[in-house]
């Protein structure tokens, strides 16, 4: 049986960003973080469990302001993924936990943008929209300091 624990622990991975790089790198480990929570979403729930990854990824983020536009894209593509259906496990978090610190408006918009059409096609009658509409609005209300939701990881209680 494989191991369950691919790929790891990011949060320790060390890499250095030469000048000439051109977001290659950065955009790499962005996605290797996202991948390791979905990963790790999937098979261990909790955000106990799911908060180390997602620090890690907030990390590298913050820890590179020379990447935003970058990151801000990359998010906003995240965020658009809420309107699948199935949407990946933790996706959700990911975008709480980023955004409750970032607030980026450009990943609001595209997160508002989903609840709308969710909404509208809800209230067509295309019940599975409902899911979409519960993560988005899940997602907006991260952007307020008042979240509702906070105390579901460390790095927001109060």
């Not at 993924?81 to 496990?89: G, K, N, Q, S, T």
């Not at 709308?116 to 899911?131: C, E, F, I, P, V």
């Not at 509702?148 to 990881?153: A, G």
Request: charged content about 35%.
């Amino acid at each position: 049986m494989e191991d369950e624990t691919w790929p790891g622990d990011l949060s320790r991975l060390e890499v250095i960003f030469d000048e000439s790089d051109d977001g290659a790198t950065f955009r790499r480990l962005l996605r290797e973080h996202v991948l390791v929570t979905v990963f790790v979403a999937g098979r261990q729930p909790g955000t106990d469990v799911l908060e180390p990854h997602l620090a890690g990824l907030l990390n590298l983020i913050e820890e590179h302001p020379q990447h935003r536009g970058l990151a801000e894209r990359e998010m906003c593509r995240y965020a658009a993924r809420l309107a699948e259906d199935p949407c990946d496990f933790g996706l959700e978090e990911l975008l709480q936990y980023s955004m409750a610190t970032l607030r980026w408006p450009a990943v609001l918009d595209v997160v508002e943008k989903v609840r709308d059409t969710a909404q509208r096609h809800y209230d067509a009658g295309r019940l599975r929209s409902w899911n979409a509409l519960r993560r988005a609005e899940e997602v907006i209300e991260a952007f307020d300091e008042s979240w509702p939701h906070r105390d579901m990881f460390a790095r927001y209680r109060d």
